[in-house]
């Protein structure tokens, strides 16, 4: 999926971690990452670049994206320097239909026999062997406010499509430094050399980005987690617990993607 740079670059610099703005392979997506705990049973097993979640429960890991191919040993070794095991992985979940996020997830799937569960109009490019493409059989079809529950962790899939069609924002509560707090896996917000005006592929594109935006700032968000890197693990875990941050890339995205869309306006592509 060729992808190339473009003019979201003041929400790119701003956000870092929620854009895929930058369109060729990154140099810090295989970048290995020390691992660390962001609260209660959730942690941080990306690279520097690429951002993975892993939810461990009595019952086995939820791991969310396997990024690219080259990630997976990575992916391996940091669920194991947590003290966890790979083959423990029962639940494999992705951000979204995109190389960066997903080309890993046949190999995944294949070593540790997990299901695969991928929002209904993510799904026909999860399962294609095009090229850039991982070619994985989706166990389980999800829909939006569908919930993923394993030994007593439970994810909510919310469907904020315009990235793509089936872009996943998940959703899980757990305790931050003494409180219940809501943790909200943002999908990525940025329109990446995309076509906003005209768009055959995907009529669609404009309002579903907006209608993303409004469902957004509806969820509650206390810990903004996002699907790019840019994470360090802080000294406490309470450093996490941003509302501010939260409504701020919801808000940058929405101004980044309203922007594009004039440009674009003003200057149909042919
Ligand atoms: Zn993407």
């Known amino acids: 999926m060729k992808r190339i740079r473009v003019g979201v670059a003041a929400a790119a610099t701003l956000l870092g971690a929620v854009t895929d703005a930058v369109a060729q392979n990154s140099p810090d997506w295989t970048e290995p990452f020390p691992p660390f705990r962001i609260a209660g049973n959730l942690y941080y097993v990306g690279s520097k670049g690429l951002a993975n979640y892993l939810i461990a429960t009595p ?46 997830s046949a190999k995944i799937k294949a070593l540790t026999g997990a299901r695969y569960m ?12 095009a090229r850039g493409r991982p070619g994985a059989h989706v166990d389980r079809v999800l829909h939006d406010r569908d ?8 994810l ?11 872009c996943t924002t998940w959703r899980m509560r ?5 409180a219940e707090r809501d943790v909200v896996m943002l999908c990525s917000l940025a329109a990446p050399g995309y076509r906003l005006v005209n768009n055959t592929a995907y009529p669609d594109i ?27 693990p802080p000294s406490e875990p309470a450093a996490f617990v941003d509302p501010e941050r939260c409504r701020a890339i919801i808000a940058s995205s929405r101004e980044a993607l309203e922007a594009e869309l004039a440009r674009q306006s003003a200057a149909p592509a042919r």
């Open 59 to 104: 019952q086995g890991l939820i791991l969310i994206n396997s990024d690219l191919e080259a990630n997976v040993p990575l992916i391996k070794a940091s669920i194991e320097q947590l003290g966890f095991k790979f083959s423990d992985v029962k639940i494999l979940l992705i951000s979204h239909a995109h190389w960066d996020h997903d080309a890993g």
């Open 118 to 129: 991928v929002m209904d109009a993510d799904v026909p490019d999860e399962e294609s062997t």
């Open 206 to 232: 404009v309002a579903d980005y907006r209608r993303s935006f409004e469902r957004l700032a509806a969820i509650p968000c206390d810990v903004p987690l996002t699907s790019h890197g840019s994470h360090r």
């Open 174 to 178: 757990t305790r931050v430094a003494g």
């Open 156 to 166: 909510t899939a919310r469907l904020t499509p315009g990235h793509t069609k089936g």
């Open 147 to 154: 919930t993923v529950e394993l030994g007593g962790s439970k």
